[in-house]
């Protein structure tokens, strides 16, 4: 019945696959699915084939929304059909059936801003990830207090599960967020940025970033002590002490927003997370 349904041809076409006769020779069907009072095996198998790339497109909307708005309904249609020809749903849930819209949009054939529609893709994959990411809490005003002054340089942070970081080429996250307000949406142009998505109290966000916060941000979460991640920083913007003040206040911003959930390199007395 997969083999059936999933291929692209007509009913006739997909009976006749190779999968299909593998399984179920042609003129045997009958043996397996019986005709109903009005229709023949072949036909009732036909409304199932009909109904899978209408739910693949219906799932795929739910993720890719924006996605949808910039290709238009015949162009994310086709979209459609060209992406599950390549990356078919092998899962009893269709909630990951648009892993690899990114992967595909990268080298898409015949697509128009391709560049833009792949990072687009990249945005609203991260929502999606992030929104079925485990909870994990935050870490908490008490846990932070607690910590020893000379104790803060040689500490690692650990992000939380619904968290991602992106460098983007296009200006997607303003794009999406003009397709939500209903508002004027600017034509696809060059301008990279820097972004932060995660989830707190239920609610996916997303964070726009400096360059040299991005770069900060990601040195932390990817496990760089914090005093070597703020040397790095400050070098890169200069001893001026506009720019210690600047990187407090980015930190204070992180950890305001719950985007870290512990600290590694405690002594465990000291520890209490």
């Not at 979209?79 to 390549?86: L, N, P, Q």
């Not at 749903?89 to 792949?118: I, K, M, Q, W």
């Amino acid at each position: 019945m997969q083999e059936v349904v999933v291929h692209p041809g007509s009913i006739d076409e997909a009976l006749a696959s190779r999968g299909a006769r593998a399984e179920v020779p042609p003129p045997r069907l009958g043996e397996i699915v019986l005709p109903s009072r009005t229709l023949s095996p072949a036909q009732r198998m036909e409304i199932y084939q009909r109904m899978y790339p209408l739910r693949m497109e219906e799932a795929l909307e739910i993720d890719y929304p924006t996605l949808k708005a910039f290709l238009g309904e015949s162009g994310f249609r086709r979209f459609v059909r060209e992406y599950v020809a390549s990356f078919p749903s092998r899962s009893y849930t269709l909630n990951r059936l648009g892993d690899h819209v990114p992967e595909f949009l990268r080298t898409a054939r015949g697509l128009r801003h391709r560049a833009f529609c792949h990072d687009l893709a990249r945005l609203e994959l991260a929502m999606t990830e992030v929104f079925d990411e485990v909870e994990t809490p935050a870490l908490s005003a008490a846990a932070v207090g607690a910590v020893p002054a000379d104790a803060w340089p040689s500490l690692r942070l650990r992000p939380i599960a619904a968290f991602r970081l992106l460098e983007l080429r296009y200006p997607v996250n303003a794009y999406l967020q003009a397709v939500r307000d209903g508002a004027r949406r600017r034509r696809p142009r060059r301008q990279d940025g820097w972004l932060a998505v995660f989830r707190r109290s239920y609610r996916v966000r997303r964070l726009e970033l400096s360059r040299p916060a991005y770069r900060l941000l990601s040195d932390l979460a990817s496990g760089v002590p914090l005093g070597e991640a703020v040397v790095a920083a400050a070098r890169r913007r200069g001893p001026a002490s506009a720019g210690q003040t600047q990187l407090y206040r980015w930190f204070r911003e992180w950890m305001k927003n719950g985007v870290f959930m512990g600290l590694e390199g405690l002594e465990p007395s000291t520890n209490r997370l």
